[in-house]
């Protein structure tokens, strides 16, 4: 029954920068035509996408000016493509959206099915962790979108354990998951500035505490420019403090770890431009040497 509903011979990708480019590499790979169209890359058009069952949506969602997700090339690269797709075919959306994305564009757009698909690849080595994740989140509304979806990742990530839930519980928990990561990251600053006091450095008395299987060896380094940076994890926890806010909570640790990330790397700026060598006053942090020995060791500790 399963492989008479996944008659899937080629399948389709919009946008093709990082997390397209690793779909549509792994889905080749695993012996599907790939048929991509990236609107500001020049590549393909909507209509080459006719005829796929599956089309994975792999567009950016930026912040906008309230810390929100700004979803317009999600609503647009929709908008353009479902016209041409037939009907229950399946939007797989990999892009980070906030909880209740799929559910809307379900109502907007009836006569396809979407799903959540959230993506964990990362970002120095987006291919080999497209392919090897911890575990296939399935964000389906319906069995047969769940069944296909399913199916078909099991040959493009054969072992990873596949997690089938409903799609805001899938978008909830890429936004989760990186909450979780961008505190563990904020913490280990914290810590190290701890240990700091003492003259101990951080690295030594990381790599005891990450060898506690409850916690684990990642997201503990500090970096030269202090706590979190890169595309992903500012974006996608000022994104759930601002759908968690605009649902009417106000998460207060969150904001707590965002600010806090904020002043560490503002600081770090400055004391890298030969600024004020004072540490932020308000959580009552040890000044650095005034010749910044203290930045540079814990710059020269990450990996
Ligand atoms: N990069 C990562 O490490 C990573 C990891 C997990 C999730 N994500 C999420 O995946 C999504 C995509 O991220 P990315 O890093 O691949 O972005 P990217 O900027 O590398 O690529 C996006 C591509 O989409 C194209 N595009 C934009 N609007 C389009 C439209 N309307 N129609 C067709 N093509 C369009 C762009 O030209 C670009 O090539 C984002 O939501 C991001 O948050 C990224």
């Not at 399913?150 to 997690?163: C, D, F, R, T, W």
């Not at 600081?267 to 308000?282: F, H, I, L």
């Amino acid at each position: 029954m399963i492989r008479e509903e996944l008659v899937i011979d080629r399948i389709g990708v919009i946008g093709l920068g990082m997390v397209g480019g690793a779909v549509a590499k792994a889905c080749s790979k695993a012996g599907l035509r790939v048929l991509g169209y990236d609107r500001y890359l020049g590549i393909g058009d909507p209509e080459r996408l006719a005829g796929c069952r599956v089309v994975f949506l792999c567009v950016p969602t930026p912040a906008s000016p309230d810390g929100g997700f700004d979803l317009d090339e999600v609503w647009a690269a929709v908008g353009e493509i479902e016209p041409v797709l037939g009907e229950g075919s399946i939007v797989a959306v990999k892009s980070t959206v906030p909880p209740g994305t799929v559910d809307r564009l379900a109502d907007a757009f009836p006569r396809i099915e979407f799903a959540d698909l959230p993506e964990f690849l990362v970002a120095s080595n987006p291919d080999e962790t497209f392919v090897n994740p911890d575990r296939v989140v399935v964000g389906a509304g319906s069995t047969t979108a769940a069944t296909i979806l399913v199916e078909l990742m099991s040959m493009v990530a054969p072992e990873a354990p596949a997690i089938v839930v409903r799609p805001i519980e899938a978008e909830l928990a890429k936004l989760c998951a990186n909450a979780l990561l961008a505190a563990k990251v904020a913490m280990a600053n914290e810590l190290s500035d701890v240990c700091a006091q003492y003259d101990v450095q951080w690295p030594r008395v990381k790599a005891v505490v990450g060898l506690d299987r409850r916690i684990g060896p990642d997201h503990l380094s500090v970096t030269r420019e202090r706590g979190f940076g890169g595309a992903c994890l500012p974006k996608d926890l000022d994104g759930l403090i601002a759908a968690a806010a605009s649902s009417g909570r106000s998460p207060s640790l969150l904001r707590f770890v965002a600010d806090f990330n904020r002043d560490i790397r503002m600081q770090a700026e400055r004391d890298a431009m030969g600024g004020s060598t004072e540490w932020a006053a308000s959580n009552g942090r040890k000044a650095p040497s005034s010749n910044g020995r203290q930045l540079t060791e814990r710059g020269r500790s990450q990996p």
